[in-house]
């Protein structure tokens, strides 16, 4: 199972970014379509954090460091997941991963996770 994370970069406090999670093969794209996806980021120095998860039907669930600022959507279509941040805070900085969970409904629970295909560095400037 490959997936790529993209869209990160250099922004101030305050900005947005959208990050998308794409499956990378055929054989992705038909796992990744009926189990639940996550985001997660890892700052250097400490141990990587799950952000938020998206069940295969929509549902969504957040960690609370995140929640009113964050926002997952999926488009099955497309194969793609999102990240959409918002009044980003220079803690924020990290490098982000998507993954895809063995299960289809969202969870936070890291042992759920099995792919972390390569993060994408975000970093805020204050």
């Known amino acids: 199972v490959q997936l790529q994370a993209s869209g990160g970069g250099l922004v101030q406090a305050g900005d947005s970014l959208r990050l998308s999670c794409a499956a990378s093969?055929?054989?992705?794209?038909?796992?990744?379509?009926?189990?639940?996806l996550g985001w997660f980021r890892q700052a250097p120095g400490k141990e990587r954090e799950f952000l938020g998860s998206?069940?295969?039907?929509?549902?969504?669930i957040y960690a609370d460091s995140v929640k009113g600022r964050f926002t997952i959507s999926r488009d099955n279509a497309r194969n793609t997941v999102y990240l959409q941040m918002d009044s980003l805070r220079p803690e924020d900085t990290a490098v982000y991963y998507c993954?895809?969970?063995?299960?289809?409904?969202?969870?936070?629970?890291?042992?759920?996770?099995?792919?972390w295909g390569k993060g994408t560095q975000v970093t805020v400037s204050s």
């Open positions: 093969s055929a054989a992705t794209r038909r796992t990744i379509s009926n189990n639940a």
């Open positions: 993954s895809v969970s063995r299960h289809s409904m969202a969870t936070s629970r890291l042992e759920y996770y099995y792919n």
């Open positions: 998206i069940g295969w039907r929509g549902s969504t």
